[in-house]
């Protein structure tokens, strides 16, 4: 089975045909995604924020990213969920679009960005914590609202090219 086949396929699955040919249930799974997609970015803008030594300066950057993290995760596996519904209903003209995939390399990019911050920046956060992040952790923050504000442009890009 080729490539678009496999996409053609998921497209003409139960679940798709059912999401595309509901009259309610594509605005609702797109609704449920885009409010999750504003949580996941909201508690990553707070600690971004905190990292670029903008915001939050009273309060230890640990205690903010451990308060933050379970809604960041929450929503964002809401948000897989729901657009893992979505594409299944257009995988086919989705897989097709250059902001779809570019959204999915912003994505890569980070994850990448997080994985970096968490097992070198993060290590040294005691030296910080309190105080003026250091440079990898006011990087990491910059990245990361570069790089999700990319991953929402590219998103808003797809929602208006079908």
Same mark, same amino acid.
Request: hydrophobic share 55%.
């Given at each position: ?29 797109? &609704?449920?995604?885009? +409010?999750? @997609? $504003? %949580?996941?970015? *909201? =508690? ?27 809604? &960041?995760?929450?929503? +964002?596996? @809401? $948000? %897989?969920?729901? *657009? =893992? ?31 970096? +911050?968490? @097992? ?43």
């Amino acid at each position: 089975m080729t490539v678009p086949a496999i996409f053609e396929t998921l497209q003409a699955s139960v679940v798709g045909i059912t999401i595309t040919e509901s009259t309610w249930m594509f605005p609702t799974i797109e &609704t449920i995604h885009v +409010f999750a @997609l $504003a %949580v996941v970015l *909201g =508690s990553i803008a707070i600690v971004d924020l905190r990292l670029l030594g903008w915001a939050s300066k009273g309060r230890p950057a640990s205690a903010l990213i451990h308060s933050m993290l379970p809604w &960041t995760w929450a929503a +964002f596996g @809401l $948000a %897989v969920a729901s *657009g =893992s519904l979505l594409f299944t209903s257009r995988a086919a003209d989705y897989i097709a679009l250059p902001a779809f995939n570019a959204k999915f390399v912003f994505m890569a990019l980070a994850g990448l960005n997080m994985v970096v +911050f968490h @097992l070198v920046t993060q290590r040294n956060m005691a030296k910080w914590d309190t105080g003026k992040p250091a440079t990898g952790a006011r990087v990491a923050g910059a990245l990361s609202l570069l790089f999700w504000g990319a991953i929402i442009v590219c998103g808003r890009q797809v929602g208006f090219s079908l």
